[in-house]
């Protein structure tokens, strides 16, 4: 509810599959340097303990302050000091052991460094939290251990005493609490990394809202604890080279500062209200902000269900089918269409589904989208490119995926199968057959885990972290989308989300090469224009057409009580 990651539950968190760490090379290799390497390595982070708690002193003056910075400062250097000698140890054990005995001996390393980095984050809180969370969702690129051991935090979000919401709310208002909320509940509905919701009543308007409140001890750690994160993957990188992780750090200190500005998060919302008020044949509903701050957002309390809550919708008679499809249309529109807003972090704790009898066409229920602090405009040439690469894939045409792949994010023909992979969940060799109508089998995912420990984890890692920061966003959406879709549990398999997808990147297509002729003069003069219209339209229609055909198709099986034809496949 209204986005708080907390209320995810651990037993929802999507498992994909294990990767090992097999293959990584060290920076160094024999028992004296390793020694030297450590000692080395420890000159360097126990100064940081006292460096960056003296740098931090200067800016507060406060004993108590100064304190809890050497703690934390402290508590991450000698945790990341610990990590790297526990794997180097371990990992100089490969020659002397038998790869099952070697093996064992790895997943209790990750499980151990797993361990103390979870104690060293529940003790420092603040965006060490959220970024546990993140670790814990990187199942792709992290050993399960890790991800596993992280899961926990998906709940164990701080929750500030109400005091001190009041004492913030009062500060940031410049007036008394009693003048800002008439009413306001002290138990707060939900409590995540960064925030905390409140049911209260606007003084000013009369009308019962939720107010997002930040927590307060964000604005003292912040800086530091951004500062500790940067420097532990560029640590990590120094002892693992071919494990260079510090994009996620660098995609973190872009993306906090925003997700940690209310005010920015209300323009967010209110500029996807106006946008999606255009949007025809789409129940979505995104609550009204009545105002925001920098640490408070006051929005309109509209309520509903997880997507996930499959007894709700059923008690409801809410299609599982008609609720992937509008999903499909909403997450589409933000990707293909020109100047959309693209959510980047639909996870489940964002999203809501609210019962609507009140009409039926297109359906009787609404999609609420909570949490707009995280939000990219795709340039148009990208979106334009990325609309051509995802055509190609569903007419399974390699050349053309290879062409726009390399326009899209740069990639060169020898990363191209792990690229295609990882923007569409599905191992190389299905894209190159029928990627709409094959389900994702078992064995499919046994390729790709396979592949993963067979030394590609490298590679992955190597190439997400040259490809544009958007695209970055653009596939943890898509990432996220899919687990969304997984846990509704549909019947129709997945040819009517890839139908949808086709659509709007068609339309996206279309309304380009509309742009051109117009460019070059009139749209049906000289006649060659009118001959590329037509083609155009042609290739467009036919594509919009097989999706209305289908879902045509699928509602005149429902009307007849049939089953649809892909019945429990999970994707």
């Not at 160094?28 to 390595?41: I, K, P, Q, W």
């Not at 990992?91 to 460094?113: M, V």
């Not at 939000?375 to 995926?401: C, F, G, T």
Request: hydrophobic fraction near 40%; aromatic fraction near 8%.
């Amino acid at each position: 509810m209204f986005g708080l990651r907390c209320r995810l539950p651990a037993s929802r968190i999507r498992r994909l599959q294990p990767v090992s760490l097999h293959h990584v090379r060290f920076a160094s290799s024999s028992t004296g340097s390793l020694r030297s390497a450590r000692a080395r390595r420890l000159l360097i982070i126990l100064p940081l303990t006292g460096a960056a708690g003296t740098g931090f002193v200067t800016l507060t003056d406060t004993g108590s302050f100064a304190y809890g910075a050497v703690e934390r400062t402290g508590r991450v250097a000698s945790t990341l000091a610990e990590c790297i000698d526990d794997y180097r140890r371990t990992l100089n054990k490969k020659d002397d052991q038998d790869e099952i005995a070697y093996h064992t001996l790895l997943k209790a390393c990750h499980k151990r460094c797993a361990e103390r980095t979870l104690h060293a984050m529940e003790k420092n809180g603040s965006i060490f939290i959220k970024l546990g969370q993140h670790l814990s969702s990187l199942n792709y690129l992290l050993p399960s251990e890790w991800c596993d051991t992280f899961i926990p935090l998906q709940d164990k979000c701080p929750v500030t005493p109400f005091e001190d919401i009041k004492k913030l709310v009062e500060h940031d208002t410049g007036t008394r609490f009693e003048n800002v909320f008439s009413e306001f509940e002290q138990q707060p509905l939900g409590a995540a990394s960064l925030a905390q919701v409140h049911r209260a009543i606007d003084s000013r308007s009369g009308q019962r809202v939720a107010v997002k409140v930040q927590h307060p001890a964000l604005d003292d750690w912040a800086p530091l604890d951004m500062f500790l994160t940067r420097f532990t993957f560029r640590q990590l990188k120094r002892a693992f080279p071919d494990y260079d992780l510090t994009w996620l750090s660098d995609e973190m200190e872009v993306s906090l500062p925003q997700e940690l500005d209310f005010a920015l998060e209300g323009e967010n919302a209110l500029r996807a209200r106006r946008f999606f008020a255009t949007v025809k044949h789409v129940s979505l509903l995104i609550p009204d902000v009545l105002w925001s701050q920098r640490r408070i957002l006051v929005m309109e309390y509209i309520t509903g269900h997880r997507p996930d809550d499959l007894d709700f919708l059923d008690k409801n008679n809410i299609s599982r089918d008609e609720v992937s499809a509008t999903l499909a249309r909403i997450f589409n529109t933000m990707i293909f269409s020109k100047d959309a807003p693209l959510h980047c972090d639909p996870h489940g704790g964002n999203i809501a589904i609210r019962a609507n009898d009140s009409h039926r066409r297109p359906n009787n229920f609404e999609i609420i989208l909570y949490d707009h602090g995280l939000y990219r405009l795709i340039p148009l040439d990208l979106q334009r490119n990325y609309a051509k690469l995802w055509l190609a894939v569903l007419d399974a045409d390699e050349s053309r995926m290879r062409t726009y792949a390399k326009k899209t994010a740069g990639i060169t023909d020898a990363e191209f199968p792990l690229f295609a992979s990882a923007i569409t969940g599905r191992d190389f060799n299905v894209l190159t057959s029928d990627v709409t109508s094959t389900p994702r089998s078992d064995q499919e995912k046994q390729a790709i885990s396979d592949a993963m420990g067979e030394g590609l984890l490298q590679e992955l890692v190597q190439l997400l972290g040259k490809v544009p920061r958007i695209i970055l966003l653009i596939l943890k959406t898509n990432d996220l989308t899919r687990s969304l879709d997984a846990n509704l549990h549909t019947t129709q398999g997945p040819m009517r989300t890839f139908l949808i997808l086709a659509r709007y990147a068609a339309q996206t297509v279309f309304d380009e090469q509309l742009e051109r002729l117009k460019n070059t003069g009139y749209l049906l003069w000289p006649p060659a224009n009118a001959a590329r219209l037509l083609i155009a339209w042609s290739q467009f229609v036919r594509v919009k057409l097989k999706l209305e055909l289908y879902e045509w198709f699928l509602y005149a099986r429902g009307t007849f009580g049939l089953e649809n034809p892909m019945p429990g496949i999970a994707r």
